[in-house]
């Protein structure tokens, strides 16, 4: 059993502590104690803050191993797929509504509430493409849109859908979709090759798509079309794995330099479409 400290003493600690680190942070002086000079803008020195990041990914990704284990194995649930490379997985909510569960970090959640059920692993490929088909996993026979003209009455009627079974809305947005991405070299990943257009996104060649967004807005395509789709931004086009995979492992693709988890890559939902 560890040393059980008095109240007065966890105080003096604590104390002491927040002592330290204003008087080191108040000269520029990074706040651990290592004694390197701080960040521009940051209390803590470059080395520390990638100690620190290094220490919180391998939290989160023990986490997210633990929970692939859980939930079925290190491979995607699709029997149609089968990813086993693990930054190309997911956690997926099996009937829906992970916008609005509000889980900044859902491995870990799901740790402290003893992995409930209702959740399985899939591939960021088939995890986007089961949220745009309708909550159901994308097969080689599903339509993304159609050839249907707008003279059926459904520009004006929201509720009424061509014979594809899709409505006005998400013909317009769909199409719309497809001549953004004409714009950006065609429908296929620039990583892998990938062709179905559900599993394809807008990628930022040099991470700064959050400060592109300051500019567009959350609604992308709209902001191209206005402004003639231009070619000096850094927009190409990859599949969701590809995309994710990049923002997790520091901008490189597994499918660059291999998987910083090991794993053999089969690709069969890169090579179906």
Request: charged fraction near 20%; hydrophobic fraction near 30%.
């Amino acid at each position: 059993m560890g040393r059980v400290r008095s109240e007065s003493q966890r105080l003096a600690i604590s104390e002491a502590s927040s002592r330290r680190y204003y008087e080191r942070t108040a000269v520029g002086i990074c706040y651990t104690g290592c004694g390197r000079p701080a960040a521009p803008g940051l209390k803590v020195c470059w080395i520390c803050r990638n100690n620190q990041g290094k220490s919180r990914r391998l939290s989160r990704d023990n986490d997210f191993i633990a929970a692939c284990d859980k939930y079925g194995g290190r491979f995607c649930a699709n029997p149609n797929c089968g990813e086993n490379i693990v930054e190309f997985l997911i956690v997926d909510h099996v009937f829906g509504g992970g916008k609005s569960h509000g889980i900044s970090h859902l491995p870990t959640w799901l740790r402290i509430e003893n992995y409930p059920s209702g959740y399985q692993i899939l591939c960021a490929n088939d995890n986007l493409g089961k949220s745009i088909n309708g909550n159901m996993l994308v097969t080689s026979s599903t339509l993304y849109v159609c050839d249907c003209n707008y003279d059926d009455g459904s520009s004006t009627n929201s509720s009424l859908k061509c014979q594809h079974g899709f409505t006005y809305t998400v013909r317009h947005l769909r199409r719309q979709r497809l001549i953004a991405y004409e714009a950006y070299g065609g429908s296929k990943c620039v990583c892998c090759g990938v062709t179905n257009p559900f599993y394809l996104t807008f990628d930022h060649e040099f991470d700064d798509g959050a400060e592109h967004r300051k500019i567009t807005g959350v609604n992308l395509i709209p902001w191209l079309r206005k402004n003639n789709y231009p070619q000096d931004i850094g927009l190409r086009i990859m599949c969701q794995n590809c995309n994710s995979a990049r923002e997790y492992n520091g901008g490189i693709c597994p499918h660059r330099f291999g998987s910083y988890f090991g794993g053999l890559g089969s690709n069969i939902c890169s090579s179906m479409f």
